[in-house]
């Protein structure tokens, strides 16, 4: 249980376009999921927590005009790089929340490598 | 503000030793503990919490951990390494701030296993 899935798992593109990525919780809701970014041989980076029906909430300097977050359902959240650029190549994990107040924990999905060229 | 601290970026064993990842967190309040794997290019797998109760908690692949509130520690072990345990770990826990929502990561503990 508590399968969390990504896609794609890999995207290259050029630089000024955007990229979406999709986060599904599998076999469970969420109503709450969150959005990470990874630099090599780092730790993660928390970028924002997306709240199912209502706006997400980014941590400090993270531009929201870049990261678009939607949460439209409880499986799925998508995170928009949008006119992406070489420094916005990472590796960005998505996670969700299973369980009652306090007690929750985050699942983690695999992973979306982006590569902008 | 919440902080977790994993002494040692690397640590090595040979196959068959014992496995010690230390993780000491800051905080007044007794958060929830986890302890996270994650292998090349994929995302991090559950290993096992902490959240009420024993203290000594078991996880998956035979991994376990001890809450020490007295040492404000988690050490995660496994008494006999195997090849396949090679892969970075990551210290976490909950931030009681956030209402205990928001995971705070350690930097990570990069395991390597000799034959």
């Known amino acids: 249980g508590a399968v969390v899935s990504q896609h794609p798992s890999w995207v290259i593109c050029k630089s000024g376009t955007s990229v979406k990525i999709e986060c599904r919780s599998l076999?469970?809701?969420?109503?709450?999921m969150f959005w990470y970014r990874q630099f090599p041989k780092q730790s993660l980076m928390l970028m924002a927590t997306?709240?199912?029906?209502?706006?997400?909430?980014?941590e400090q300097g993270v531009e929201k005009d870049k990261f678009l977050i939607n949460h439209a359902s409880l499986t799925l959240s998508t995170l928009t790089v949008t006119s992406a650029h070489p420094e916005d190549s990472s590796f960005y994990i998505c996670?969700?929340?299973?369980?009652?107040?306090?007690?929750?924990?985050?699942?983690f999905g695999p992973g979306t490598r982006l590569l902008v060229l | 503000a919440q902080s977790v601290t994993q002494l040692g970026s690397h640590v090595s064993v040979s196959e068959g030793a014992l496995v010690l990842l230390r993780c000491n967190y800051s905080?007044?309040?007794?958060?929830?503990l986890f302890w996270y794997v994650q292998y090349p290019n994929q995302g991090l797998q559950l290993l096992l919490k902490?959240?009420?109760?024993?203290?000594l908690v078991k996880g998956i692949n035979g991994f376990e951990a001890e809450f020490k509130k007295s040492e404000t520690s988690f050490h995660l072990t496994k008494p006999s390494a195997h090849m396949s345990d090679a892969a970075e770990y990551f210290c976490?826990?909950?931030?009681?701030?956030?209402?205990?929502?928001?995971?705070?990561f350690g930097t990570g503990t990069r395991l390597l296993v000799s034959p």
């Open positions: 996670s969700a929340r299973f369980g009652g107040q306090g007690v929750a924990t985050q699942y």
């Open positions: 076999d469970f809701q969420a109503t709450t």
């Open positions: 997306s709240n199912e029906g209502s706006k997400a909430t980014y």
């Open positions: 905080s007044s309040v007794p958060p929830y």
């Open positions: 902490y959240t009420t109760g024993a203290t």
């Open positions: 976490a826990v909950s931030d009681p701030g956030t209402g205990f929502q928001k995971l705070v």
